[in-house]
């Protein structure tokens, strides 16, 4: 915790999520239910107007700031897109747009272009789109790049789900019209990196929890007349579990902090690559220590593993940034390694 | 339950980034007659000639208190001086264990009269120290230690033998743990002792490693007179006294860039060929190495900040020394190239690393005595 806004932030994230996040509500969510109650209470307290300026109404917060918020919805696997409307409302802040009253954003990732004040093109994992009221978008226009807002329909979604059912329509615009939209400096890449950026700390959340869980577990489940906990197989199994957990932790600060000195790409492109990898060993640990009953519906592990399996995929997979990573280190050469992890930086 | 480790951020100061430009500048020329092999092992390479031109610069006891005669600059500086040394292969091991744990231990727990005799030394680069811990029947169990040392007038006799002793042969000093008093008293009979290795009875023999290396001895003790002088801190407080050493001992950049000169070759083999087979793999290990960089540094600024990070340091270390041994099998499985320490550079780091790399998670506290102590933090014993 760096300061008092966070303070504050992780205690209002865990008297909400504690209340609200209960396995019903997250069972519910995935039969399609809306937890309308939990939504309120979150916009009431203005947790999606974190990185908002104060002036116009939001927290004023910093990206490590939103990273608290990121891994609480991640930790208690909150089945709302708090993350979502967070990255939405800082891309409206950067073009100067305002967001409508209640409406609820989602990001369109994809390439777009318009034509006349028309949009068009497709994003094809949206994330929340069956509840989401507006999307906010990049877009070519000529040679501009804009940052654009447009309001959604049903014509427009093909409705699908993500392994760990949350929502990821398909949405094809065909010559829409632009509520709003201005002209950005910016990098054509930014919503795969703020998604990224969001779904590492999520992940570093919801790690946490199955280490959390595992542990509670380990500690409860009798065999062979004491706790499993107590056998050195299982220690050393959870321990390695938790040395991931802190490194997943420590890589999602590294990228939000990054984010907040202006210089994340570097950042971004580790959290995502480490994280991943994270997943890939902490899953695995968290089910083995829970046994049979951790692959039931019944019991409630798989809540965050399998947002862990699908987070792991979305906004480029560990792979992919790792791959861009490693096609930096080669291309510059040996000599500007070292240099390039000292200051964070791909293009020295 | 909730998570045991506290992991905040740690930014460098300035001063050290100035400090790391002026640390590349020296070592641009000071390593240039320095052979591959003796850069690829790091901290295990020892130079004294090296050592006493980075203690010329001030660069030994960096951060200790000036009336101490150290520079009395942050542990992030001195951070910086380390990670600089190690990654550009500096043969820093004559003087590494007098710098990161015995000049703070004399500080923190020694006498004026140590503190003035030995202290000096050090910071000279000329004064070098092993450390004498583990036994034949005591490895992981350090407790289980017998080498024993009993009062008698103004000495203490010592008889025993310490084991896998690094260095020892270069070294004028071992910090020793002996046993003062009975041995069903495991943890409150042991004392710390500042041992001459000069002295009558001490006899030091060489124990070759696997890869023709002589850094491990054997150190017997016969009939060893110390002077009570030389105890350090209190008698019966060993074992803490150690305990809080380890801190410093295990989260260091010594304990994942072992192998950092494998990997800079390997970029460099890549680079040459143009070649991105195993672009991904490169990827991965970056983002590796910067995670365990941002959780060591961080360590380091909770130390600076007067914290006590055992459990923290545990987890860089175990992360640490995976992360170190993955690299000469990935080598391996990236390039069609056998280890081979008459072959080009690539091949000779290869040779090196593949064979000490076992040692990685031995040393400093086993991965399974590491991970006892994660479990315990995680409220499982």
Known sequence: MTN??????????????????????????????????????????????????????????????????????????????????????????????????????????????????????????????????????????????????????KNN??????????????????????????????????????????????MAGALEAILTQSVRYANERIQFGRPIGKFQAIQQDLAVLSTHVAASSVAADYASSSMDKGNPDFAIAVAKSRIDDAVSVGAGIAHQVHGAIGFTYEHGLHFATRRLWSWRAEYGSGSEWAKLLGEKAISHGSEKFWPSITQGNLDL | MSIPFNFRLTDFPSEAETLRLEVRE????????????????????????????????????????????G???????????????????????????????????????????QQEKILPGILKGETYFCIGMSEPDSGSDLAALRTKAEKKGEKYIVNGTKLWTSGAQRCQYMIALFRTSKEEDRHGGLTQFIVDLTLPGVTIRPIIDLAGRHHFNEVIFEDVEVPETMLIGKEGDGWNQVTAELALERSGPERYLSSYALLQELIKEFSERNDYEGVTEIGRQMAHLTTLRQMS???????NDGDNPALEASVVKDLGAVFEQDLPNLAHRLMDLEPDSQGNDFQRYLAILTQISPS??????????LRGIIARGLGLR
């Open chain 2, 26 to 69: 020296f070592l641009s020329t000071a390593l240039v007659d320095v052979p591959k092999e003796t850069r690829a092992e790091t901290w295990y390479g020892a130079d004294e000639g090296f050592s006493r031109k980075v203690g010329e610069r001030g660069w030994i006891g960096l951060s200790w208190p000036t009336e101490f005669g």
């Open chain 2, 360 to 369: 990685f998670s031995l040393r400093g506290g086993t991965r399974e005595i």
């Open chain 2, 71 to 113: 520079s009395g600059r942050s542990a992030m500086e001195r951070y910086v001086v380390l990670e600089e040394m190690l990654t550009a292969g500096a043969p820093v091991g004559a003087h590494w264990i007098a710098d990161r744990q015995s000049g703070p231990l004399i500080i923190r727990y020694g006498t004026s009269e």
């Open chain 1, 157 to 202: 979604i093909k409705e699908n789900n993500n392994m760990a059912l949350e929502s990821r329509g398909h949405i094809d615009l065909d010559k829409e019209p632009i509520i709003k939209s201005a002209t950005v400096d910016c990098d054509s890449n930014l919503i795969n990196k703020l998604g990224a950026l969001m779904r590492s700390n999520q």
């Open chain 1, 4 to 153: 008092e806004t966070s303070q504050l932030l992780y205690d209002t994230a865990e008297k909400l999520f504690s209340d609200h996040v209960t396995k019903n509500c997250i069972v519910d969510s995935e039969k399609g239910i809306w937890p309308d109650k939990l939504w309120t209470e979150v916009i009431d307290n203005g947790l999606n107007l974190v990185l908002v300026p104060e002036e116009l109404g939001g927290v004023g917060g910093s990206w490590m700031n939103a990273g608290i918020l990121f891994k609480a919805i991640g930790r208690y696997q909150a089945p709302i897109p708090l993350a979502e409307n967070i990255i939405s409302s800082y891309i409206l802040g950067l073009a100067g747009i305002e967001q409508p009253d209640n409406s609820i954003l989602t990001i369109l990732n994809g390439a777009f272009f318009a034509e006349s004040n028309l949009i068009s093109g497709s994003s094809p994992r949206t994330p929340f789109s069956s509840y989401s009221s507006h999307g906010v978008l990049l877009f070519k226009d000529g040679s501009d790049l804009k940052i654009g807002l447009v309001e959604l329909n």
């Open chain 2, 297 to 303: 540094v961080s360590v380091a600024g909770m130390l």
